[in-house]
Nanobody
Framework: QVQLVESGGGLVQPGGSLRLSCAAS????????RGWYRQAPGKQRELVAAITSGGSTNYADSVKGRFTISRDNAKSTVDLQMNSLKPEDTAVYYC?????????WGQGTQVTVSS
């Protein structure tokens, strides 16, 4: 059973930066896309950013120009660089990997943006 493990969350002041990383515990084949989602208290989980196997990226309008998703196929990792963080970015961030017949999720990492 593949497990996704996120790291890099924490407390940061508005305007600051964080880098989230997601690593898979085992090999994953034929990946369609990797993505980062977030869920704030009382809100639905939403897509933050995604990257396909071909390298195409997609971002939520609220993070465009501030967040960057990247992947390392050799290491089976996907990272999310978050700059110019705002209090409204506060949420639990989840890593996701999808492919034929599978949809893996990490356990989530808390990001809190507060002064």
């Amino acid at each position: 059973q593949v497990q996704l493990v996120e790291s890099g969350g924490g407390l940061v002041q508005p305007g600051g930066s964080l880098r989230l990383s997601c690593a898979a515990s085992g090999s994953i084949f034929n990946i369609y896309a990797r993505g980062w989602y977030r869920q704030a208290p009382g809100k639905q989980r939403e897509l933050v950013a995604a990257i396909t196997s071909g390298g195409s990226t997609n971002y939520a309008d609220s993070v465009k120009g501030r967040f960057t998703i990247s992947r390392d196929n050799a290491k089976s990792t996907v990272d999310l660089q978050m700059n110019s963080l705002k209090p409204e970015d506060t949420a639990v961030y989840y890593c996701n990997v999808i492919g034929p017949g599978y949809d893996f999720w990490g356990q989530g990492t808390q990001v809190t943006v507060s002064s």
